[in-house]
């Protein structure tokens, strides 16, 4: 295959490896033209020839290209209202419980339409007054906070949010933001946006039970079985039990973590008793 920059297999381990050091990303074989065709951008701004000068040029470089290494390479792929049951769960069965305020933690929340999407169900359940409910969003991507803490979108991003939503939560924009609406301060407000890298040894936030529901979807899938172990037994801890719900993607099972985790239907699981 021909290409601009010179790419070799030797080049894709690197990355891999890498990607794996810092994010715990598990990139496959199959992921190779994937990786070329983000880090060719990076390739081309810097003016180098080729992929492996571009990883030479990261080992001496500072922790600023580290971190758009690290953006460009991760998957954001999210919408809002994504897996609908997953709302319903937590409006029937997780905030009626709740403590106040009710407390969630939306991982690998991407551009935000996840916790927004959280903050709008909490708003609707167990109301918007001040303190009623927080929600921390996390993310290693940096670029993707920024979006996500903007809360600007295009129409089309909010397809799947309803009229009385999209009238009780957004505004319409107009002029330069023609076409694009914007969160309102009720579902604003409660977001904490911070980075966050699981495999960093310290999240700061290990106060045990502190989350009613930690949202962690399509999160997973990047990940190897003994990452994902490692990362499940973390997020026990900090569950609220015994109502305390992880929410994981569609694709995802946690068999390997039966003595962590319980699945209760539906890509749910509950802490398996005993286990925290």
Known sequence: MSREFSFTQADYDRVAAHLFRIAGIHLGATRKEMVYSRLSREVRRLRLDGVGAYLDYLDKAGQHEWTRFTNVLTTNLTSFFREQHHFG??????????????????????????????????????????????????????????????????????????????????????????????????????????????????????????????????????????????????????????????FAGHSEAFFNAKDLFTPMGATTYRVTPGAV
């Not at 007054?129 to 295009?154: H, K, P, R």
């Not at 407000?189 to 040894?201: E, S, V």
């Not at 899938?221 to 990362?231: C, G, H, L, R, V």
């Open 89 to 246: 769960i937590l409006a029937e069965k997780v905030l009626p419980r709740a403590g106040r305020p009710a407390r969630i933690w939306s991982c690998g929340c991407a551009s935000g339409e996840e916790p927004y999407s959280i903050a709008m169900v909490c708003d609707e359940t167990i109301g918007g007054a001040s303190g009623a409910f927080s929600i921390l969003a996390t993310d290693v991507n940096t670029t993707m906070l920024q979006e996500a803490e903007a809360g600007v979108f295009e129409k089309e991003r909010v397809e799947n949010v309803s009229p009385a939503r999209l009238h009780r939560y957004f505004f319409d924009g107009s002029g330069a933001f023609a076409g694009k609406v914007k969160v309102k301060p009720v579902i604003r407000q409660p977001i904490d946006f911070r980075m966050l890298n699981l495999m960093h040894p310290n999240w700061g936030i290990e106060s045990a039970g502190q989350f009613d529901a930690i949202f962690c979807r399509n999160v997973m899938i990047y990940f190897n079985k003994e990452t994902q172990y490692q990362i499940l037994k973390r997020f026990a801890p900090l569950l609220r039990q015994p109502y305390g719900l992880l």
